[in-house]
C-alpha cells in the first residue's frame, strides 16, 4: 500500500526556521515524483512545487520560488519543505502528494504550521 | 501557469438529485501525443486531505462510487454525481497535471439543500 506520513503540527514565531517532512512507503521513492501543496485557512489548494528525488530535479511554482527550498532523500526515502524565515502568511496547513503515472494519487495526512508572535 | 477556473463556486442540491460542476482551463490539457486529458477531480472534506476521485477526465479511481464520473476534453470538463448523499458534502477541485506545476480551480463548495 503507498502510504505518505507527515511530520507533526509545528507552531514557531515570526522569523523562526523550519523543515517538515513527508515519508513515502509502498512504492519506489526515487522514481516518482514528489509534489507539496499549501492551504491557509479557508481557503483552496496551491501548488508550491514538485521534486524528483532520484536526481532532485526540483520545480517551483512561481508563487513560491525563493520562498521555500524543496529537497529529497531517497536513501530514506523522505521529502522536505523548508523556510528559513517563517511569516505569519505562512500559516496552513501543507501536504504532500506524490505523482505515479502522472496522476497525483496518494496524499499525506498533513501538517499543520502555525506561525505566531 | 494554467489557470483552471471552476463553476459554480458553490452548490446546493436536494439529496438524492444530480449536481454538475464544471472546470475551465486556461490552455488545452489533451496531449496529442497519447489522445489524454491531463485533468483530475478531488474531493476535500473538512480536517482531511484531498482525495482523487477521477483522473484522464474520466477514469474513476478505485473504491469511488459509480455515482461519481466526469466528462469534457481539450479546455471544458464536467464532474457529475448522479444522486446526492449525505457524505458527498463536500469541497471539490479540478487539477491540471499537464503542465508543470500542476494547479487547481478555486474548488467548489457542495451542499445539501
Known amino acids: 500500500e503507498v502510504q505518505l506520513v507527515q511530520s507533526g503540527a509545528e507552531v514557531k514565531e515570526p522569523g523562526e526556521s523550519l523543515k517538515i517532512s513527508c515519508k513515502g512507503s509502498?512504492?519506489?521513492?526515487?522514481?516518482?515524483?514528489i509534489g507539496w501543496v499549501r492551504q491557509m485557512p479557508g481557503k483552496g489548494l496551491d501548488w508550491m512545487g514538485i521534486i524528483y528525488p532520484r536526481d532532485s530535479d526540483t520545480r517551483y511554482s512561481p508563487s513560491f520560488q525563493g520562498q521555500v527550498t524543496i529537497s529529497a532523500d531517497k536513501s530514506i526515502s523522505t521529502a522536505y519543505l523548508q523556510w528559513t524565515s517563517l511569516k505569519a502568511s505562512d500559516t496552513a496547513m501543507y501536504y504532500c502528494?506524490?505523482?505515479?503515472?502522472?496522476?497525483?494519487?496518494?496524499w499525506g495526512q498533513g501538517t499543520l504550521v502555525t506561525v505566531s508572535s | 501557469d494554467i489557470v483552471m477556473t471552476q463553476s459554480p463556486d458553490s452548490l446546493a442540491v436536494s439529496l438524492g438529485e444530480g449536481a454538475t460542476i464544471n472546470c475551465k482551463s486556461g490552455?488545452?490539457?489533451?496531449?496529442?501525443?497519447?489522445?489524454?486529458?491531463?485533468l483530475a477531480w478531488y474531493q476535500q472534506k473538512p480536517g482531511q486531505p484531498p482525495k482523487l476521485l477521477i483522473y484522464?477526465?474520466?477514469t474513476r479511481e478505485s473504491g469511488v462510487p459509480d455515482r461519481f464520473s466526469g466528462s469534457g476534453s481539450g479546455t471544458d470538463f464536467t464532474l457529475t454525481i448522479s444522486s446526492l448523499q449525505a457524505e458527498d458534502v463536500a469541497v471539490y477541485y479540478c487539477q491540471q497535471y499537464y503542465s508543470t506545476p500542476p494547479t487547481f480551480g478555486q474548488g467548489t463548495r457542495l451542499e445539501i439543500k
Open positions: 509502498g512504492y519506489n521513492f526515487a522514481n516518482y515524483w
Open positions: 502528494a506524490n505523482s505515479i503515472n502522472a496522476v497525483w494519487g496518494s
Open positions: 490552455q488545452s490539457v489533451l496531449s496529442s501525443s497519447n489522445n489524454k486529458n491531463y
Open positions: 484522464w477526465a474520466s
